[in-house]
């Protein structure tokens, strides 16, 4: 514990150079001293005397290093207290360390080490070896806080801007969440399995459809409703239902059709749909039982009666109506069964 507040103190400091940094823990021992046991104190006593050390320890140095000890740390007195009680050397080992850990989590942003195999592979075929500096450049311009950035929002970030990086399209800004940095690694994964490269597109779209204020939520607040609604998210990859497998057909409606036509009854009925009605491959299951039963005196004697238009079977149906009034008192469904016996009587005469 001691060791982390050593360093959540030194790291709150922001110093790159030695010599400096064995000023500033000169400062932070003597003022220690002479202040009282608060943190009050030590503030207002390091505020008034840091600059004797240094004059880059001026005013607005010693508030921002106050700011962000308090920001790291819930007992920011037990740090500086135990930086007063470290020896120089010590402290200027653990500083060194903190220093080396820093250039290389720069170095592997920087020399981006992060992009993955897939991205390296994609950006390589397009751009040559050159692809690097390229995406340097695009993240220089789009994102000015990329460098501090964790991998797996460098790695979303990239795949939002390969079309663009590749010269095919531009998608959000950076700083605009409609770009979805803020979508974990578990969730891309699960939404490029199940929607491919337009995950970002359906995301979008059911954001946009159920929660009209997403623009302006926080990124934990996102997370959660994308967990919320990925199970329907993930529900729109699932294939559309094949009508012309014919399952929509009713129980009924198969024994007429076996025993009118045999093992062939579906291609008759797929014959005279295709034949009658264009758009029927994107009907719904109700809509497509009404057609069949309207038009099942037709499919049942493909070569004895020449298909109708629609509106003339309907006309049909009217007629038999006429001629037996006593079909309007029965249900709609019997009555079409009705219907259609009449017609395959006439058909068949």
């Known amino acids: ?14 110093l790159t150079d030695e010599t400096l940094a064995e000023k500033w823990f000169d400062a932070i021992r003597e ?78 942003v920087q020399g981006l080490t992060w992009v993955t195999g897939t991205q390296q592979d994609r950006l390589r075929g397009t751009l040559g070896e050159g692809w690097k500096d390229v995406v340097r450049g695009r993240l220089d311009k789009e994102w000015s806080g990329w460098k501090a950035a964790t991998e797996d929002q460098l790695v979303t970030f990239l795949d939002q801007w390969m079309p663009t990086i590749l010269g095919q399209a531009t998608p959000a800004p950076a700083d605009d969440v409609t770009a979805l940095l803020w979508t974990t690694g578990t969730q891309r994964e699960r939404l490029h399995s199940a929607l491919g490269d337009a995950w970002g597109t359906v995301v ?55 025993a009118g036509l045999g093992d062939a009854w579906p291609d008759g009925v797929r014959a005279t749909l295709d034949k009658e009605w264009s758009g029927w491959k994107s009907a719904t299951d109700g809509q497509l039982v009404t057609f069949l039963d309207q038009w099942m005196h037709v499919v049942l004697a493909p070569a004895r009666t020449p298909a109708a238009p629609i509106g003339e079977v309907l006309s049909h149906d009217a007629a038999v109506v006429a001629q037996n009034p006593e079909f309007e008192k029965i249900a709609p469904r019997r009555r079409q069964e009705l219907i259609n016996e009449v017609l395959a009587e006439q058909v068949a005469v």
């Open 204 to 258: 979008r779209g059911t954001l946009d459809k159920e929660w009209s204020g997403w623009k302006a939520a926080t990124k934990d607040q996102l997370v959660t409703f994308l967990d919320q609604w990925m199970p329907t998210i993930l529900a729109q990859a699932a294939p559309a239902v094949d009508v012309t497998a014919l399952h929509w057909t009713t129980g009924s409606q198969r024994q007429q059709l076996l």
């Open 31 to 108: 003022t220690r001293s002479n202040a009282d046991d608060s943190w009050s104190s030590f503030k207002e006593e390091l505020s008034s005397n840091a600059r004797e050390f240094d004059f880059a320890f001026d005013d607005n140095f010693v508030a921002e290093f106050h700011r962000k000890v308090e920001d790291s740390l819930t007992d920011p007195l037990a740090a500086v207290e135990a930086m007063a009680e470290t020896e120089n050397q010590e402290l200027l080992t653990t500083f060194k360390g903190l220093r080396a850990a820093e250039e290389r989590s720069r170095s592997g």
């Open 1 to 14: 514990m001691k060791e982390d507040d050593i360093k959540a103190a030194l790291a709150a400091a922001g």
